[in-house]
């Protein structure tokens, strides 16, 4: 099984709006399944800041080891 993921939005009818790119590599007529993910109060901004934190801990991190490295010569 293959999974794709990507954000669409629901219409005011209730229909998902898939995106236009990937149209060609779903398989036409044929069931899906589905996980649909809706985020809470607050969340979204969360989502948002979630690559800013990992990046910045990581870089303090990796900044950390090179200090270690340092001392232990």
Known sequence: MKAYEFTAEITAEGAILLPSELAPVLPAGQP??????????????????????TAEEFYAAVAGAGAEEEQAQ
Do not use: C, S, T
């Not at 969340?43 to 934190?53: D, N, V």
């Open 32 to 53: 899906l399944r589905l996980l649909i993910l809706v985020p809470e109060d607050g969340e979204a901004q969360r989502e948002e800041e979630w690559p800013k934190l």
